[in-house]
């Protein structure tokens, strides 16, 4: 997915204390190089050489960029057990790396929740806040929720501006300029029965993203060299949907680079791009070209769903193109099928987007960002603490005792992975589900307090004092609003 190039740049950018020479490989897209020498850094036998959690997220990221999703949650695993600061930055660092692991695994309503979660921390740094948001701002393009989409790259131009630090603003700037060209392709009058893109956006003014006429200035891109590559790339893009055909073969040079880098996943996003740009210009021949080292392919692990989505739709606009109608229609009944269920998901796992929560008075969704912390047998610890989490007499001892360990085992991994005790997660679990049931405009209860004992927390002060220190508000206030 083109979100790849996006985050390998963020991930350095928010991290300074990465080598130089690290960063100078990663920014312009060398990506073997890095992972190289991330490897080298992290798997050395000196035990007096340990390497430090800055070097093991770093060694994560690329191989997650890589497509190396196993590999990669090991990594951010023992990058996790090397952090040595406060229990408030280490809840950081697991909202970040499982935010990551789960959009690049596509369970976006959970990356959504994880980066919305980090940048509300308080020891939250700039750098791992705007890195966040440019998650955010992906994820919500992903879904289609390009009105929200457009709200966060506000903050994203704010913070960037704060940052003081120009390849940020080239960053921003660049994706800004990435889902101009993805709007201008997929929302063309040629691609008017895209169901999928259609349903999602039908209201959205692309105005809000600014215009796709104005120059980018290429020198402003210029430290960033992998996005001044895709940058270019666009522009090829562009006038490829606009009918040049002088610009194909920058296009193809550029799906060369990207297999060459071992961008696989990317490369196959790259060919649906410009399939779908050839649809735009009326050249099906070209747009099955793109398509054909795909059919027959493994699809990506990764991205199957929305990658096999737009996959059959461009199959079957070639065919309606080239006139074989009933293959076309074949195709496309496949594809429509599955772009109802798709908006259905989508509906269902994340009802209301979670930044705009609170502006509409909603109850925000409750999306599950905890257990992809946790490995697999404290997952089950956690899915017991979920399903008993009104019960008052709830202890850590019977978690513990359901899943067969100590509480001194179940303390430690939970503090490892999630930077929070058992007891603490209980606590804030239960004034995250008291918050919801308040904001609720449709909930039955009279008083906080029925509403608190729902939920197993049966003293005033206990809900008080805890509600207060999560959400800097007594619950009272949040009721009467």
């Given at each position: 997915?083109?979100?790849?190039?996006?985050?390998?740049?963020?991930?350095?950018?928010?991290?300074?204390?990465?080598?130089?020479?690290?960063?100078?490989?990663?920014?312009?897209?060398?990506?073997?190089?890095?992972?190289?020498?991330?490897?080298?850094?992290?798997?050395?036998?000196?035990?007096?050489?340990?390497?430090?959690?800055?070097?093991?997220?770093?060694?994560?990221?690329?191989?997650?960029?890589?497509?190396?999703?196993?590999?990669?949650?090991?990594?951010?695993?023992?990058?996790?057990?090397?952090?040595?600061?406060?229990?408030?930055?280490?809840?950081?660092?697991?909202?970040?790396?499982?935010?990551?692991?789960?959009?690049?695994?596509?369970?976006?309503?959970?990356?959504?929740?994880?980066?919305?979660?980090?940048?509300?921390?308080?020891?939250?740094?700039?750098?791992?806040?705007?890195?966040?948001?440019?998650?955010?701002?992906?994820?919500?393009?992903?879904?289609?929720?390009?009105?929200?989409?457009?709200?966060?790259?506000?903050?994203?131009?704010?913070?960037?501006?704060?940052?003081?630090?120009?390849?940020?603003?080239?960053?921003?700037?660049?994706?800004?300029?990435?889902?101009?060209?993805?709007?201008?392709?997929?929302?063309?009058?040629?691609?008017?029965?895209?169901?999928?893109?259609?349903?999602?956006?039908?209201?959205?003014?692309?105005?809000?993203?600014?215009?796709?006429?104005?120059?980018?200035?290429?020198?402003?891109?210029?430290?960033?060299?992998v996005l001044a590559k895709r940058h270019s790339y666009l522009e090829h893009l562009q006038a490829l949907a606009d009918g040049r055909q002088a610009t194909l073969e920058p296009v193809e040079s550029y799906l060369r680079w990207s297999l060459s880098h071992g961008l696989d996943e990317y490369q196959r996003?790259?060919?649906?791009?410009?399939?779908?740009?050839?649809?735009?210009?009326?050249?099906?021949?070209?747009?099955?070209?793109?398509?054909?080292?795909?059919?027959?392919?493994?699809?990506?692990?990764?991205?199957?769903?929305?990658?096999?989505?737009?996959?059959?739709?461009?199959?079957?606009?070639?065919?309606?193109?080239?006139?074989?109608?009933?293959?076309?229609?074949?195709?496309?009944?496949?594809?429509?099928?599955?772009?109802?269920?798709?908006?259905?998901?989508?509906?269902?796992?994340?009802?209301?987007?979670?930044?705009?929560?609170?502006?509409?008075?909603?109850?925000?969704?409750?999306?599950?960002?905890?257990?992809?912390?946790?490995?697999?047998?404290?997952?089950?610890?956690?899915?017991?603490?979920m399903e008993n989490l009104e019960r008052a007499d709830l202890s850590v001892g019977e978690i513990a005792a359901h899943i067969g360990v100590t509480e001194r085992a179940l303390q430690a991994a939970f503090k490892t992975h999630l930077a929070l005790s058992p007891s603490q997660l209980i606590r804030r679990?239960?004034?995250?589900?008291?918050?919801?049931?308040?904001?609720?405009?449709?909930?039955?209860?009279?008083?906080?307090?029925?509403?608190?004992?729902?939920?197993?927390?049966?003293?005033?002060?206990?809900?008080?004092?805890?509600?207060?220190?999560?959400?800097?508000?007594?619950?009272?206030?949040?009721?009467?609003?």
């Open positions: 997915m083109f979100s790849t190039l996006y985050f390998s740049a963020a991930s350095v950018l928010a991290s300074p204390a990465l080598s130089n020479a690290y960063a100078s490989k990663v920014l312009a897209g060398h990506f073997h190089d890095a992972v190289h020498m991330a490897a080298a850094r992290t798997e050395r036998d000196d035990p007096q050489a340990s390497p430090t959690y800055e070097e093991l997220q770093a060694y994560a990221d690329i191989q997650l960029v890589l497509g190396r999703y196993e590999e990669a949650e090991d990594t951010f695993r023992l990058a996790q057990k090397a952090l040595r600061h406060s229990r408030e930055a280490m809840r950081v660092a697991s909202c970040r790396n499982a935010g990551w692991q789960a959009f690049f695994q596509n369970h976006l309503s959970t990356a959504l929740t994880c980066f919305k979660r980090v940048t509300e921390e308080a020891e939250v740094t700039p750098g791992q806040k705007i890195e966040c948001l440019v998650g955010w701002v992906l994820v919500l393009h992903h879904l289609g929720r390009l009105d929200a989409m457009c709200a966060r790259f506000e903050e994203l131009g704010a913070l960037a501006q704060q940052l003081g630090d120009a390849r940020w603003l080239s960053l921003v700037e660049a994706l800004r300029r990435d889902m101009l060209v993805q709007y201008h392709v997929r929302f063309s009058d040629q691609l008017a029965d895209h169901i999928y893109w259609r349903s999602v956006a039908l209201e959205f003014v692309p105005k809000a993203l600014g215009n796709i006429d104005t120059p980018y200035p290429e020198a402003q891109l210029a430290a960033i060299p996003s790259l060919r649906l791009e410009v399939a779908l740009a050839c649809l735009v210009a009326k050249r099906p021949n070209i747009s099955e070209t793109m398509l054909t080292p795909c059919n027959g392919a493994p699809v990506p692990t990764s991205q199957h769903a929305r990658w096999y989505l737009d996959y059959l739709y461009c199959l079957a606009k070639v065919r309606q193109q080239q006139g074989r109608i009933q293959e076309f229609s074949q195709l496309y009944a496949r594809y429509a099928l599955l772009s109802i269920r798709h908006v259905r998901a989508d509906s269902v796992s994340i009802p209301v987007v979670a930044a705009e929560a609170t502006q509409t008075g909603r109850s925000p969704a409750r999306t599950d960002d905890i257990s992809v912390r946790l490995p697999g047998r404290y997952r089950r610890a956690y899915g017991y603490l679990q239960r004034m995250e589900r008291i918050r919801g049931d308040l904001i609720d405009n449709n909930t039955n209860a009279q008083t906080v307090l029925e509403v608190a004992h729902k939920w197993g927390v049966q003293h005033r002060s206990t809900l008080v004092n805890g509600y207060r220190k999560l959400f800097n508000e007594v619950p009272s206030a949040t009721f009467s609003r």
